[in-house]
């Protein structure tokens, strides 16, 4: 009797003891691939914020400048790296700007300038639109922005803008998305795109096409640092 209870007692604790260590192994195995995965998600943005970086001061048919962010919106966007000018074109003297950034996908897929620009003196005139990204430099399948036109708000001295923005996994297909944040969970990095122009007369088409313009001498500049940076050994994309 004592025997069978030692036996059914042991057997008990063998099983308890087999669960145990299986449920040590599942979690340890869990745990290094979160590691694992984290580490090459890090690489991933590591890559693709090197092309950031590697973008030229310059590019052709505009006159820059560079603009600098500062620390708190850096941290605020969780931005890694991020290529800022103001624009100029050699054919017209409308002020424009492009702003490239790329980072963590939870904070960049946040923030669109309906809410950060109207806390600098400024209110969205109608609905934003999708638009097309001109088809030359859409890349694979095309892709879209939004644009929307801001007007000063009452008592603002700010100046009217149009501006268009959108975010892409790749830096190549560019999307704008209802619930950017749901639309991109789970990508390991975000570029996001602002083009900005001075908007005086409110001429929307107008603006859309210097917008375009800046599109169409752009992109191939982020294109060829994404591919050089491909060939340097760094998995810069991914889809």
């Given at each position: 009797?004592?025997?069978?209870?030692?036996?059914?007692?042991?057997g008990w604790k063998f099983n308890v003891g087999l669960?145990?260590?299986?449920?040590?192994?599942?979690?340890?195995?869990?745990?290094?691939?979160?590691?694992?995965?984290?580490?090459?998600?890090?690489?991933?943005?590591?890559?693709?914020?090197?092309?950031?970086?590697?973008?030229?001061?310059?590019?052709?048919?505009?006159?820059?400048?560079?603009?600098?962010?500062?620390?708190?919106?850096?941290?605020?966007?969780?931005?890694?790296a991020y290529y800022s000018r103001f624009l100029r074109?050699?054919?017209?003297?409308?002020?424009?700007?492009?702003?490239?950034?790329?980072?963590?996908?939870?904070?960049?897929?946040?923030?669109?300038?309906?809410?950060?620009?109207?806390?600098?003196?400024?209110?969205?005139?109608?609905?934003?639109?999708?638009?097309?990204?001109?088809?030359?430099?859409?890349?694979?399948?095309?892709?879209?922005?939004?644009?929307?036109?801001?007007?000063?708000?009452?008592?603002?001295?700010?100046?009217?803008?149009?501006?268009?923005?959108?975010?892409?996994?790749?830096?190549?297909?560019?999307?704008?998305?209802?619930?950017?944040?749901?639309?991109?969970?789970?990508?390991?990095?975000?570029?996001?795109?602002?083009?900005?122009?001075?908007?005086?007369?409110?001429?929307?088409?107008?603006?859309?096409?210097?917008?375009?313009?800046?599109?169409?001498?752009?992109?191939?500049?982020?294109?060829?640092?994404?591919?050089?940076?491909?060939?340097?050994?760094?998995?810069?994309?991914?889809?």
């Amino acid at each position: 009797m004592n025997g069978d209870a030692t036996a059914s007692s042991s057997g008990w604790k063998f099983n308890v003891g087999l669960v145990g260590m299986l449920v040590l192994i599942g979690v340890t195995a869990w745990f290094q691939e979160l590691v694992t995965g984290r580490s090459q998600n890090n690489q991933k943005m590591e890559a693709a914020a090197r092309a950031v970086q590697i973008l030229p001061d310059q590019f052709a048919g505009w006159t820059t400048e560079p603009r600098t962010m500062s620390e708190t919106e850096i941290a605020q966007t969780g931005t890694k790296a991020y290529y800022s000018r103001f624009l100029r074109s050699q054919k017209t003297a409308v002020p424009l700007s492009v702003m490239l950034l790329c980072g963590k996908t939870r904070e960049l897929s946040v923030h669109p300038p309906t809410v950060c620009f109207e806390g600098l003196g400024l209110e969205v005139e109608g609905e934003p639109q999708r638009v097309p990204v001109p088809a030359e430099v859409a890349g694979e399948g095309g892709g879209e922005l939004m644009a929307v036109h801001f007007k000063p708000s009452a008592y603002s001295t700010a100046r009217p803008l149009y501006v268009y923005w959108g975010w892409s996994r790749d830096g190549r297909h560019w999307e704008a998305p209802s619930v950017p944040r749901l639309h991109f969970a789970g990508a390991p990095y975000l570029y996001k795109i602002y083009v900005v122009r001075d908007d005086p007369t409110g001429k929307k088409p107008a603006s859309g096409e210097l917008c375009d313009a800046v599109l169409r001498d752009f992109l191939p500049e982020l294109h060829a640092a994404i591919d050089k940076v491909s060939a340097d050994g760094e998995v810069a994309t991914t889809r």
